[in-house]
């Protein structure tokens, strides 16, 4: 029998969900595997020579391959923020990121209705094994969010080794209590993952598994702590870029073995071929460490580089392998697919339900998409706006020109971006709001 629940958010979410006896019936599993600093550039079925992601690669060719996936923030917190609630970040607060030293007491508005809780309404398994980021607090625990489990750490990054923050404080977590382990932490989270996995395998679950990896420190799987408990300076020696380069690019190639791990328990587990598995990153790359396929920008910066990222999903006999999608998709579609696809129907979400995409290979329908950290964009169709800026990214999408001879279509974005402006403005929730801070880069 259906049931109406109404959520009570910075927006309204009405959800129509089946009881949780019928939605335990043949419900798909999700996997959302989320890869930190990551561009557009560094896969190398994204054009790379230098990085080997032969699993990705692989994922890519037996699903379908985004050449146009945005994740909503240029930085870390926000994106998390619209992947959790569907929204715009700026609705639930999270304007920039959430700063393991001068944050602490942050996080995102508990006003907010996340995935994880919208799915457990269908009776979903949740789970969260990697970063946070969306508070310290124990009121912003992802156990207090929706997720049955959490394992990983609440801040910006760790130490792959000692699992310190750069704030000096220890953060591997077990659910709500901090709980000291030994490992990389790439290594811990494919290892969580898998069993997360094989205990859940007979029920349906979703499992976000939220790499820090390439994230900076750039320390590989045969390297060392480079933070040490106590020293609250949490400083990490020196690097030239290119050990920095020859460390991410180890990184990488380690988080697609993960990846790889991750599809071949799935495998072995008996239900591939009812599990939606979906990669992506959370923004654009670090300046001078990682690749931006030649787009204009890179992390914290709202042209391309700082937030079209990989984008990848692999369902075996729902999704079409050997796909190229160039339809505009954006992070926080995540949301109403995965609801939809558990038999729940939700409204008063920005973003929208991707199965014509992913199953039909129909068309979106036309839409704006926003983005704001420091300066602002919004595109519409092949035109984007970034403040006064007008590009045509069909023609240029390195955004090289601005298009000086369309004065109109100029006037009526910048129209639609103070309508946005206005919207999200009214509706964000004031006490959780962040603003920029000097130091997001290293966050």
Known sequence: MLKKIEISTAVTLMLTAFTATAAAAGKPNFIVIVADDLGYGDL???GSDSIRT?????MAEEGVR??????????CSPTRAALMTGQYQQRSGVNGVINAKSGRKQGMSLASTTLPEVLKKADYRTGLVGKWHLGYALKFNPRNRGFDEFVGWTSGNVD???????????????DRQKTPEEGYATNLITDHSVRFLQQNKDHPFFLMVAHGAPHYPYQTPDGKAFRRPGDKRAQVPGQSEAEKQRAYTQMVEHLDRSVGTLIDTVEQLGIDDNTLIVFLSDNGPIPNIGSTGGLRGAKKSVYEGGHRVPGVARWPGKIAPHTVSDELVVGMDLFPTLARLAGIEVSGTDGVDLAPVLFEKRPLASRTVYWKYSRQALRKGEWKLVDDELYNLADDPAETHEVADQPERKRELQKIMSAYNADIDKQVEVTARLLPAANDAAN
Do not use: A, K, M, V
């Open 44 to 46: 190398s079925c994204y």
């Open 54 to 58: 032969p699993r990705l690669d692989r």
């Open 66 to 75: 985004f050449t146009d996936f945005h994740s909503n923030g240029t930085l």
């Open 160 to 174: 792959y080794f000692s699992h310190i923050d750069q704030g000096g404080y220890e953060d591997w977590w077990r």
